[in-house]
Nanobody
Framework: QVQLVESGGGLVQAGGSLRLSCAASGRTFSAYAMGWFRQAPGKEREFVAAINWSGGSTYYADSVKGRFTISRDNAKVTVYLQMNSLKPEDTAVYYC?????????????????WGQGTQVTVSS
């Protein structure tokens, strides 16, 4: 069982940066692949970024590639999403998710555990 708590969301102007954190419970965090998803009002939840258990492999949605960076610190049982050059279209509730797997997962139905979400709002 893994519990996830996101933090770091907020209001930022276009072009600004935010860093989201997702703190996990449990002693087996390093065995989980982690992902970030987002859901804007009236839209379906979409994949943003994912990282494998060691942090050695990452994958990004085309819409955030080159602007967002996912990382993890297994000693701190935390995964991060550094978001730079933010755009109004990045406005959404951001969720972190975990799955017990060695490889990256990019579909939301692959993930077993979800956080409650954190709001990111980018003003133009």
């Amino acid at each position: 069982q893994v519990q996830l708590v996101e933090s770091g969301g907020g209001l930022v102007q276009a072009g600004g940066s935010l860093r989201l954190s997702c703190a996990a419970s449990g002693r087996t965090f390093s065995a989980y692949a982690m992902g970030w998803f987002r859901q804007a009002p009236g839209k379906e939840r979409e994949f943003v970024a994912a990282i494998n258990w060691s942090g050695g492999s990452t994958y990004y949605a085309d819409s955030v590639k080159g602007r967002f960076t996912i990382s993890r610190d297994n000693a701190k049982v935390t995964v991060y999403l550094q978001m730079n050059s933010l755009k109004p279209e990045d406005t959404a509730v951001y969720y972190c998710a975990a799955v017990l797997a060695l490889t990256i997962a990019t579909r939301d139905n692959e993930y077993d555990y979800w956080g409650q979400g954190t709001q990111v709002t980018v003003s133009s």
